[in-house]
């Protein structure tokens, strides 16, 4: 599976960002989940949200529960994160990622991943 991001950028305290996912290569997109994780300098990748099944399922970490929002456009294969109400610790790198299966909350058993954009909140 090919992940690209894009959406990343600068924002003042408060304000909103949505990132992008758009997504290739599946042999059965209803059986991935989608997420997306970010990684602060000298910190794991972390979970931030995911997506499965069509959306039927979605998962948020307890740092974005409210303010996140995880989406999925089937007819373009995409996933977008809409980040409202950005804090200076949401400032990262975040990475889209890919699952053959269930999410996970562990970046070690995802399969497939973006490049990584930056979003910087000040």
């Known amino acids: 599976v090919q992940l690209v991001e894009s959406g990343g950028g600068w924002v003042q305290s408060g304000g909103s960002l949505r990132l992008s996912c758009a997504s290739s290569?599946?042999?059965?997109?209803?059986?991935?989940?989608l997420g997306w994780f970010r990684q602060h300098p000298g910190k794991e990748r972390e979970g931030v949200a995911g997506?499965?099944?069509?959306?039927?399922?979605?998962y948020y970490a307890d740092s974005v529960k409210g303010r996140f929002i995880i989406s999925s456009d089937d007819a373009k294969n995409t996933v977008y994160l809409q980040m409202n109400s950005l804090k200076p610790e949401d400032t990262s790198v975040y990475y889209c990622?890919?699952?053959?299966?269930?999410?996970?909350?562990?970046?070690?058993?995802?399969?497939?991943w973006g490049q990584g954009t930056q979003v910087t909140v000040s």
């Open positions: 990622a890919a699952r053959w299966s269930r999410c996970s909350s562990d970046w070690r058993d995802w399969d497939d």
């Open positions: 290569g599946y042999r059965d997109s209803a059986n991935y989940c």
């Open positions: 997506i499965y099944q069509h959306a039927i399922r979605t």
